[in-house]
C-alpha cells in the first residue's frame, strides 16, 4: 500500500517560518521525483517544490528565494523549510511523489495557515 504522510502545518504569523516533513512508503518510496504542492481556496492547485533523488530541486515563482526543499533518501522522506511566509501561502499543502513514467502518488495533505 503507498502512502505520503504529510505533517508540520500549523497557523503562524507573517514573517515566521515553517518546516513540514512528508514521509513515503511502499509503493510510494523511492520515487524518483518527491515534491510539495499547494491548494488554496478557489484557485487551482500549484507546484510548490519538487526534488529528484539526486538532489536537483525547482521552485515555483512565488517561493523561489523563501522555501527550500530537502530529501532524505534513506528515510524516504522530503521536507519544506518554508521561511518570511506571507498570508498568500496559506493553503494546504500537499506531498507528491511520482516515477519517471509519470506515475502520481498524494498525501492528504497538511494545512498551513499564515494570519496576522
Known amino acids: 500500500q503507498e502512502q505520503l504522510m504529510e505533517s508540520g502545518g500549523r497557523s503562524v504569523q507573517p514573517g515566521e517560518s515553517l518546516r513540514l516533513s512528508c514521509v513515503a512508503s511502499?509503493?510510494?518510496?523511492?520515487?524518483?521525483?518527491m515534491g510539495w504542492y499547494r491548494q488554496a481556496p478557489g484557485k487551482q492547485r500549484e507546484m510548490v517544490a519538487e526534488?529528484?533523488?539526486?538532489?536537483?530541486?525547482k521552485y515555483g515563482d512565488s517561493v523561489q528565494g523563501r522555501f527550500t526543499i530537502s530529501r532524505d533518501n534513506a528515510k524516504n522522506t522530503v521536507y519544506l523549510e518554508m521561511n518570511s511566509l506571507k498570508p498568500e501561502d496559506t493553503g494546504v499543502y500537499l506531498c507528491?511523489?511520482?516515477?519517471?513514467?509519470?506515475?502520481?502518488?498524494w498525501g492528504q495533505g497538511t494545512q498551513v495557515t499564515v494570519s496576522s
Open positions: 507528491n511523489a511520482r516515477s519517471g513514467g509519470g506515475r502520481h502518488f
Open positions: 511502499g509503493n510510494a518510496a523511492n520515487m524518483l521525483f
Open positions: 526534488i529528484t533523488d539526486s538532489g536537483i530541486s
